[in-house]
């Protein structure tokens, strides 16, 4: 059973970066799509980037304008995402989720920015951005 835990998150400064990563364990991850959402208070969940299973190519929502890098390493089995230029809208919980490359071969797509496509979910790890 594949479980995905969050960490990095954390109060900064706007201008200011961090990584988050969310690291996978009961299997591998190289064999997921792996998808970062996020959050804020009295908002829906946004998807914002994910990065698929085959190639690691990457997709990123248009509203995050080039600030996140997703990425994986496969040797610790960890996805990150790198946050620059944080801003205080940027303030939220911050999730990574999993779906297995047999369900997005399904659906004919090798990652997703919707939520409603993964099934693994970790428990989110916060970011606030304030001065």
């Known amino acids: 059973q594949l479980q995905l835990v969050e960490s990095g998150g954390g109060l900064v400064q706007p201008g200011g970066s961090l990584r988050l990563s969310c690291a996978a364990s009961?299997?591998?991850?190289?064999?997921?799509?792996i998808g970062w959402f996020r959050q804020a208070p009295g908002k829906e969940r946004e998807g914002i980037s994910c990065?698929?299973?085959?190639?690691?190519?990457?997709v990123y929502a248009d509203s995050i304008e080039g600030r996140f890098t997703i990425s994986r390493d496969s040797a610790k089995n960890t996805v990150y995402l790198q946050i620059n230029g944080l801003r205080p809208e940027d303030t939220a919980v911050y999730y990574c989720?999993?779906?297995?490359?047999?369900?997005?071969?399904?659906?004919?797509?090798?990652?997703?920015?919707?939520?409603?496509?993964?099934?693994?979910w970790g428990q989110g790890t916060r970011v606030t951005v304030s001065s």
């Open positions: 990065i698929n299973y085959k190639d690691d190519s990457a």
């Open positions: 989720a999993a779906g297995h490359r047999s369900r997005f071969e399904l659906l004919f797509r090798q990652c997703s920015l919707r939520d409603n496509e993964y099934d693994w």
């Open positions: 009961g299997d591998t991850v190289s064999y997921y799509g």
